[in-house]
């Protein structure tokens, strides 16, 4: 079975320094959430430690949330995470992340290891298509849209756990942020992002390639508190 | 109680050609020494781009090299993907009769619509559509199997009037089942009057619930063809072997395993919203396991009650269980990427045969 090659030592440069505090719970109030989901080129192994194992194909999502009326106020975070699995768990493993909000990226950062990346995340719903934007040191990183939007039961959505690699006192570890999502409504389209700048997301040298899906739907997210933190191997079993 | 071996053909890494050479000649042997053992069915499942867990992906072939080597055991093509990217239907028409000839009336047909994004990504199709696809396929196969003439105008493909051939060798065709991975598919299967090939682990109350559910709704189905195949069939692993503590070493290795082969597969419903895929398939919490299972990355999935691995006697005792349940057949999963020795694996299968089988082939007769 293979398992992520990445050397935790080069991917813990850039590692969020994060203070667990037990029972920590954020709630994020109403999130509207927008998913362009990607099967990207490349090694599969090289985007994970080697705790975490790949999926055939690689899929990288880029989601985007803007929170309104709740504990961080109104923020806005996207994130481009890539499949893998922890075990036999399904997870995704956090590569980069910009926020919206000085005091939510504060929050995010240190107590649940978002990348903390200062930027504009920007959302339009329009009644044929949602646009995303994000700008990070005056520059597009990512734009995109999903069109020909269609209904569906918010229980076609299925919500994923995210690996993070953070920087704790102990040293390097894998947290295993739990967000739970209530979803209201959900839409579903072609998602084509137009912009991706795929160094700033940490995926140097790889193609977006095969579009799978875009999704948008209205949330209501509550970061769980952390549960379980990994200690990281050194290479790959 | 029938019996039989369902074959994945998982290759160890590194993905040599040997290795691969290997695996399907092990799974030819294994096939071979089944028949001569007395079980009832080889299955071969089909399965695209998903290296390493399964490399059945033209299992038609494989079963006609089982079909020449074997002389009593059933020759299960299954499940073949309904998806006419995949297998047109007069393909599959052809071909299964084909092999119904070579094999002199021991074909089964297994029908499936595919769980994985690696697979319906890989082909290009729409999640959305397999079940509607799936649901034509189904009843127009049994049509050209049986009628000199026909033509179909349908919704997801149409053909003018022709003649598909050749027929079956069974009369009026080999039995139809139904691929099972999602709670709810045993009543389509029974509906149309098809066997319900359970592909994934499942607790013995979820299993009698099964079991009740197909019973009932298949007493008033409309068959998809000219016969019914009125049977549950549950998939387990097997590893007999006469000392117990052995037993569990190699076969819980395989099935821990297997989970993790499994588990690397990437699911239509990680990637893709649809209302199509309720569950996330074989990946489905084990329903042997508490509901409120603990979400630990580091965690193994439990194991699930009543897996046939021990000596005979814990076998027959689990088996015997599995009967309470309702359950026709079981069909095992006897290796996993040559984890365990093809030797041990041989022995592991003439035990069985040895001492669990009579239990019950007794019975049966018995009964009869």
Known sequence: MLRGTASPAELGRTAPGVTIEPGKTIALGNVKWVQFTYEVSGDKQALLPPNLAPTTPSIVTLQIWRASGGELGDFGLAQARVSCRAGVRIRTFLLQSVIDGAAAATTLENNFGYFGTPGRVVLHERSDKTTVEVISNDRCVAAGEISSLRFLEPSALQHIENMHLVDTKEGLRLMQVEPSIVTNSLLRGPGKLTIFENSFWRLPGRELRKSVIGATANTEIVLSPVRYVQEISEKAS | MKFGLFFEISVPRPLT?????????????????????????????????????????????????????????????????????????????????????????????????????????????????????????????????????????????????????????????????????????????????????????????????????????????????????????????????????????????????????????????????????????NLAPSSGAPANVPNDPTMEKPVAEGVTVGDPADIIKAIKTWETTGVDSVNFLVNCVEQIPQTEVIQSLRLFAKEVMPAFRNKAREAA
């Not at chain 2, 001569?36 to 290296?51: A, K, N, S």
């Not at chain 2, 000839?101 to 990504?121: K, P």
């Not at chain 2, 053909?159 to 691929?179: I, S, T």
């Not at chain 2, 149309?192 to 994934?200: A, E, F, N, P, T």
Request: with cysteine; charged share 25%.
């Open chain 2, 17 to 281: 050609r040997s290795n691969e050479a290997l695996a399907v000649a092990n799974t030819l042997e294994q096939a071979r020494i089944a028949d001569e053992l007395g079980f009832d069915r080889v299955w071969l499942v089909e399965h695209h781009f998903l290296e390493e867990y399964s490399h059945s992906s033209a299992p038609e072939v494989v079963l006609a090299a089982i079909a020449a080597q074997t002389k009593k055991i059933r020759v299960c093509h299954g499940a073949v993907v309904c998806l006419p990217k995949m297998n047109h239907p007069i393909r599959v028409a052809e071909r299964t009769a084909m092999l119904d000839i070579l094999s002199n009336g021991r074909v089964e047909l297994g029908t499936a619509r595919s769980s994985t994004w690696t697979e319906l990504g890989g082909f290009d199709l729409d999640p959305d559509l397999t079940k509607a696809y799936w649901d034509e396929f189904v009843h127009v196969v049994p049509q050209m199997w049986t009628r000199e003439s026909f033509s179909y105008e349908g919704q997801t493909f149409s053909m003018p009037e022709r003649n598909v051939v050749p027929k079956p060798y069974q009369d009026p065709h080999p039995p139809m089942w139904v691929a099972v991975t999602t709670p709810g598919t045993e009543i389509d299967a029974a509906r149309r009057g098809m066997g319900s090939l359970g592909v994934s682990a499942a607790s013995f109350a979820d299993q009698e619930k099964t079991v009740k559910g197909y019973r009932k709704a298949i007493q008033s189905c409309e068959p998809v063809g000219k016969l019914v195949t009125n049977e549950v069939a549950a998939m387990n692993f097997l590893f007999c072997h006469e000392d117990r503590k052995y037993a569990a070493s190699k076969g819980l290795g395989m099935i821990k395993t297997f989970n993790r082969l499994n588990t690397g597969c990437l699911w239509n419903r990680e990637v893709y919203p649809t209302p199509s895929y309720k569950t996330l398939s």
